[in-house]
């Protein structure tokens, strides 16, 4: 079964685009809290996955080779439908996942565990999720790890979207310095322009004038 698009699907968009994360190189302070989920919830697979218009792509990612799959097959597109924890003990019984190529398929998943990235304004922007090939659940303070762990990755997120546009404001603010200094060298070369001209038509007024007595 294919997840509902949110009602609010291009402001979501929109504002997941502003983080300009998506297809991004790995980074290590992503990993180690993607490593950290894996390890705490104790599941062979943990993911930080962020859903697109058509598909589901993995900033960091333990135990899959995959980068990103089709959001038409992801649990994920589901998750993001929640303000809470998404969870699917096992997928091969449940009705919205059984047929699912996921589950079907090579990777054989049956648990999954997501906890929603909460951008500052509500909209949701994926998850960081847990999942195993084996029927099971968490444990209340591995579900509590895991929502503190989306947490610290939106945290990340939101660091790593204003250092870039404070670079920006920054090269902004110099490039207009540079426009400003070069438009003040514009108005002292016209002045100097303007000044030189007069000084050439000053002489051609006096001759004029001395041509008139002599009449």
């Known amino acids: 079964m294919i997840a509902p698009v949110p009602q609010d699907e291009k402001k979501r968009l929109k504002v997941l ?11 290590e302070v992503f990993d180690d809290l993607t490593e950290l989920a894996a390890y705490i919830c104790e599941a062979p697979i943990a993911l930080i996955s962020l859903v697109d218009e058509d598909r589901q792509w993995f900033k960091s990612k333990v135990g899959i080779s995959l980068n990103e ?16 924890l998404f969870v699917v003990p096992d997928a091969s019984r449940d009705e919205r996942f059984k047929h699912n190529s996921l589950v079907t398929g090579e990777t054989q998943i049956r648990f999954y565990a997501g906890a929603p990235l909460i951008a500052p ?25 895991l929502r503190v762990l989306a947490h610290l990755v939106m ?17 902004n603010g110099h490039k207009a310095r540079n426009e400003l200094s070069d438009a003040r060298a514009e108005i002292a070369r016209l002045r100097c322009e303007i000044a030189r001209l007069k000084a050439q038509k ?6 004029a004038a001395k041509r008139s007595r002599r009449a």
Do not use: M
């Open 202 to 207: 000053r002489p051609a007024k006096g001759k």
């Open 17 to 27: 685009w502003q983080y300009d994360v998506l297809d991004t190189v790995p980074e």
């Open 69 to 84: 799959t089709s959001r038409d097959i992801s649990f994920c597109a589901h998750a993001i439908l929640n303000e809470g």
């Open 155 to 171: 945290t990340e997120l939101e660091l790593r979207r204003h250092s870039r546009e404070l670079n920006q404001a920054r090269a």
């Open 121 to 145: 304004d509500g909209h949701a922007l994926g998850t960081l999720c847990v999942l195993d090939k084996k029927p099971r659940a968490l444990r209340p303070e591995q579900e509590q790890a």
